[in-house]
């Protein structure tokens, strides 16, 4: 039998079906996770007082400084496997939350992608045109009405292209869930064909091509996105 008809076959298309659905799954609900926690972040990463400011830079120097597998090793082979965790595991919230491997991988992702997109709508935020701040303050905004209404709105379109490659790379980072046992991802379905039939190559062939199209998929989205959004900062033509 032809070594790529072996992958079509329906008990290994299935497979990657389930890896498909947990791979979009714990995506998805990074880019949520992460995203409720960039707000207020972000907010406190902008703060002049340098007690609110500081615990937030070091949390972001941190994470962006140290390699993803490493925080997926650090959860879920670190905290997740301390005794007194593992003692809590059935009694005590939120450690009954760390004896699932998918939620010891979706929190390094979703602390992951909060630590870059808190930098980078940060910077956008520090970056809003000083004549937009003067306008505001001109017509009356009070500082933190000025701050919803006008400078984080226009912070959040312009994130919007290093947003877009910020969830490209989570979900080519997503393979590396692979490395918890018990999370059947992408990844984990190529290796357990590779396992089953000995094939090295073909599995994770068919795993890249469906990244990538994962990958056009979400860029095209965002372009359209930006195109809406940021209509305002194109050129011109008369």
Not at 38 to 55: E, F, G, K, Y
Not at 99 to 124: H, I, R, W
Not at 197 to 216: E, G, K
């Amino acid at each position: 039998m032809d070594k790529f008809a072996i992958i079509f076959q329906p008990q290994n298309l299935a497979l990657y079906w389930t890896g498909f659905l947990a791979t979009m799954e714990l995506l998805a609900i990074s880019l949520l996770a992460g995203g409720l926690l960039t707000l207020p972040l972000t907010l406190m990463r902008v703060s002049r007082n340098r007690w609110i400011s500081t615990p937030v830079w070091l949390f972001t120097y941190v994470v962006r400084g140290t390699p993803l597998l490493i925080q997926v090793y650090f959860i879920y082979y670190g905290i997740a496997q301390l005794e007194w965790v593992q003692a809590l595991w059935d009694t005590v919230w939120p450690w009954t939350l760390f004896k699932d491997p998918f939620f010891c991988a979706l929190a390094a992702f979703s602390l992951n992608t909060c630590a870059y997109t808190v930098e980078m709508l940060a910077g956008a935020i520090k970056e809003t045109p000083a004549g937009e701040i003067e306008a505001a303050q001109a017509a009356g905004f009070s500082k933190w009405n000025m701050m919803f209404r006008l400078v984080l709105p226009s912070a959040l379109r312009r994130t919007l292209p290093g947003y877009s490659n910020e969830v490209v790379m989570m979900l080519h980072a997503t393979s590396l869930a692979s490395v918890v046992p018990a999370l059947y991802d992408l990844t984990n379905a190529a290796y357990a064909i590779y396992k089953t039939y000995y094939l090295a190559f073909q599995p994770f062939i068919v795993v890249a091509v469906l990244y990538f199209i994962l990958t056009f998929a979400l860029v095209y989205v965002f372009r359209l996105l930006e195109k809406r959004f940021l209509a305002y900062l194109r050129p011109r033509t008369h």
